[in-house]
């Protein structure tokens, strides 16, 4: 079992950058893999990045690669996606997610969720 919340989420103009963090309770979070994902209004929860339980290998959407970095520190317990050049498209609410069963990029896979932290970038 394991419970996440995200912070650092917040208002930023086009260009800017943002770093969000995922701190888990629970001392099994070294042990699993990890992902972000987002959800604008009123379309599907999408997603962004993942990373092994090692940190050792990293993957990202096609919209984020390039611009997105997603790393964790397992004796801090902590995921976290840093956002450089961030666009409007880019606004949604990002989640960080634990333990896919499967494909990493599918978000039914994943059995722990946090409960979102809002991104909000203006043009």
């Known amino acids: 079992q394991v419970q996440l919340v995200e912070s650092g989420g917040g208002l930023v103009q086009a260009g800017g950058s943002l770093r969000l963090s995922c701190a888990a309770s629970?001392?099994?979070?070294?042990?699993?893999?990890m992902g972000w994902f987002r959800q604008a209004p009123g379309k599907e929860r999408e997603f962004v990045a993942a990373?092994?339980?090692?940190?050792?290998?990293?993957y990202y959407a096609d919209s984020v690669k390039g611009r997105f970095t997603i790393s964790r520190d397992n004796a801090k317990n902590t995921l976290y996606l840093q956002m450089n050049s961030l666009k409007p498209e880019d606004t949604a609410v990002y989640y960080c997610?634990?333990?896919?069963?499967?494909?990493?990029?599918?978000?039914?896979?994943?059995?722990?969720w946090g409960q979102g932290t809002q991104v909000t970038v203006s043009s």
């Open positions: 997610a634990a333990d896919p069963q499967d494909n990493y990029s599918r978000p039914e896979n994943y059995n722990y």
């Open positions: 629970g001392r099994t979070f070294r042990s699993y893999a």
């Open positions: 990373i092994s339980w090692s940190g050792g290998s990293t």
